[in-house]
């Protein structure tokens, strides 16, 4: 039973709370029953830890099994949650990051790019969606909030284990090796003329998504080939870069779903 703030274990917890402190050690933590039941095999989990209230009341040895479980009381367990209303259990990960250059385009391929997103729920949502909606990759841009925040992960709901997510990617080079790969590069943008669901999204194409207050660079833009856009019919101006997201990608659904027959044609 650990019962100190001052254990080396409850000071490695915190520490990993922090971005820098994640890069440096290339972990991270997850939080919650079933997000660290999500977490797969081929992950390397260093530790499990556990509120004194969890061990009592689960069986821990399925956890056991996999890696080590060290047991806290349940009011240091509250000291290293990052959750108000702590389940009591969360486990400690190596990141499992792929070389982009070990990525391999398809040229029918459903992707996004994301520059500089900011708002932790805005990108674990985009990375729920695109998981839902069966994206094959999700590129960030330097400048995006840190993808193993814990806001971050507790949005994505697991799919951050389901999908390929490359950091820190130059875009304006990334988007050139997309056209060699025929793949159609949309930016979201409020000077587009053309509306999203005007254009064929069935071949490969990819979706760049913006900054939430300052939009899409310019030099990044540039690069695009097609820009688009969402009406607009009411007083707002645009809409939550999540949810803009969201419609984007179903559009891809739908018009590949049609294609392919698989849903009523009433639909």
Do not use: W
């Amino acid at each position: 039973m650990i019962e100190s703030i001052q254990n080396k274990l409850v000071k490695k917890i915190k520490a990993l709370q922090q971005r820098k402190n994640r890069e440096k050690e290339s972990l991270f933590i997850v939080e919650g029953v079933r997000f660290v039941q999500e977490i797969p095999i081929n992950y390397t989990i260093v530790f499990y830890a556990v509120s004194n209230t969890f061990q009592k009341i689960n069986d821990i040895s399925i956890y056991e099994n996999r890696s080590q479980v060290f047991v806290f009381s349940d009011d240091v367990f509250r000291t290293i949650a990052d959750t108000q209303h702590t389940q009591g259990i969360l486990a400690v990960c190596q990141k499992k990051e792929i070389e982009l250059s070990h990525f391999k385009l398809k040229e029918k391929g459903f992707y996004i790019l994301v520059e500089k997103i900011q708002d932790p729920g805005n990108l674990g949502t985009i990375i729920r969606t695109a998981d839902a909606c069966n994206v094959d990759a999700i590129f960030l841009s330097k400048g995006c909030v840190d993808l193993y925040n814990t806001k971050v992960l507790r949005s994505t709901m697991g799919s951050l284990f389901h999908i390929p997510i490359f950091c820190n990617v130059n875009l304006e080079k990334y988007i050139d090796n997309m056209k060699q790969k025929n793949i159609t590069v949309f930016a979201a943008h409020l000077k587009a003329k053309q509306y999203y669901y005007t254009t064929d999204l069935k071949k490969g194409c990819a979706f760049l998504i913006g900054n939430e207050g300052k939009g899409i660079s310019d030099t990044v833009a540039k690069k695009c080939d097609k820009l688009i856009k969402i009406p607009m019919l009411g007083q707002a101006e645009s809409l939550n870069a999540s949810v803009a997201t969201a419609v984007l990608l179903y559009e891809v659904v739908r018009q590949r779903l049609m294609s392919e027959r698989k849903i009523y044609e009433n639909i």
